[in-house]
């Protein structure tokens, strides 16, 4: 089991605007939820022991930890990873904590594995399981396809670090996605009770330009019909269809599947001032004004808006946060970089965090909260 507090600390999410999904009443409540981020998809900086253990610099990301080990030994790691990583014991403390939502990220090699792909399957169990503690507990559930055929931005947390991402320029990884997306609607066409969210596709490279935005752009609206229509338009899903915003300010979505055309579809946005200059530069007090100044910001989508990634580290000192063997930018060890400062004392356990540290962290933590919430 994972502390709760680490996940807490992690990521949360929030959302505002009107009228309610059938499956949860988004627009009407807020949603204040967790990610259970690095269970179902491996990410080198959340379980960083399990890249280490390798003893393997080559194991980068979820396709070289199986590509370069032993398939039984790859296999039996994962299993004992998703048997203890999240239990049921988290959602009941997520629960206890008065949030009502967790957002699980899932790669496309859970459904399907290619030829020549060497990713090993066994996730959706667990995804089932988890269905089923969050209703024991009265959570709901975004289901988040976090990694794509191709990786759709070539980050380790897609499962497959790349130079540059492969999906959105091969029809086939498009066609393979859809259809991933296709098995995951009916797979919970009788849960969304509980599954009241689906994400089509996380964090894809928009800021790559309009070859890969206009591939973003029909994606989501083929996704739509999946999500919602997967027996017929007489027969809608009540699912929530959850896009991402690929990097784009608000104004680059308005008028994207509005109403009435389009019925229950929320932006996903994610909000991290540590992975650009010169927002890493920033001091504490800069980095709270910065998400102040987000109040409008979120408005603008036209769309219920859900911050689904966001943490209250102003830095990205956090071990393998830009890959295994990839430094970090505030103490210059990232290629290109600049020294900022030194990263001793900002990331690891909060006993060996000062004072100040931690008051700096709470404040930027609350007016994030406060801006997402519109409670300002």
């Known amino acids: 089991m994972v502390s709760f507090n680490a996940l807490l600390t992690g990521t949360l999410l929030a959302v505002s605007l009107s009228l309610p999904s059938a499956g949860f009443p988004y627009g009407h409540q807020y949603v204040r939820g967790v990610n259970l981020g690095g269970w179902l998809v491996l990410e080198p900086w959340i379980t960083p022991s399990l890249f280490d253990n390798t003893d393997n610099e080559k194991i980068v990301d979820e396709w070289t930890f199986a590509q370069y080990q032993d398939y039984n030994t790859t296999l039996s790691t994962l299993r004992n990873h998703w048997d203890t990583f999240i239990t049921e014991q988290d959602f009941i403390e997520i629960a206890n904590a008065s949030l009502n939502l967790v957002r699980i990220p899932i790669g496309y090699w859970a459904f399907q594995v290619g030829p020549g792909e060497p990713y090993i399957s066994g996730q959706l169990p667990y995804l089932q399981k988890a269905v089923g503690w969050a209703r024991n507990h009265g959570l709901q559930i975004i289901v988040d396809l976090h990694g794509a055929p191709g990786s759709q931005n070539g980050y380790d947390s897609s499962g497959q670090r790349l130079s ?213």
Request: a negative charge; hydrophobic letters at 30%.
């Open 164 to 376: 540059s991402p492969q999906w959105h320029s091969n029809q086939t990884n498009i066609d393979r996605t859809k259809a991933v997306l296709e098995e995951i609607t009916a797979l919970f066409i009788n849960d969304q009770d509980v599954v009241s969210a689906i994400e089509p596709l996380n964090d894809p490279a928009g800021y790559m330009g309009n070859d890969v935005l206009q591939v973003v752009r029909q994606y989501y609206q083929d996704s739509y019909q999946l999500i919602r229509n997967p027996l017929s338009p007489e027969q809608p899903s009540s699912a929530l269809v959850l896009l991402h915003d690929a990097f784009q300010k608000p104004g680059y979505w308005n008028g994207f599947e509005r109403p009435p055309q389009w019925e229950d579809v929320a932006m996903d946005t994610h909000s991290y001032q540590i992975f650009n200059s010169p927002q890493i530069t920033y001091n504490p007090e800069q980095h709270t004004q910065a998400a102040c100044d987000q109040s409008s910001t979120f408005s603008q989508f036209g769309l219920w808006v859900i911050v689904g990634e966001w943490t209250p580290a102003y830095t990205d000192c956090a071990k393998y946060l830009n890959g295994r063997g990839v430094g970090a930018r505030y103490d210059g060890s990232y290629s290109g970089s600049q020294w900022v400062g030194n990263c001793e004392g900002l990331t690891g356990t909060g006993d060996t965090f000062s004072e100040e540290y931690k008051m700096n962290l709470n404040k930027y933590w609350d007016a994030q909260v406060r801006i997402a919430l519109n409670n300002v």
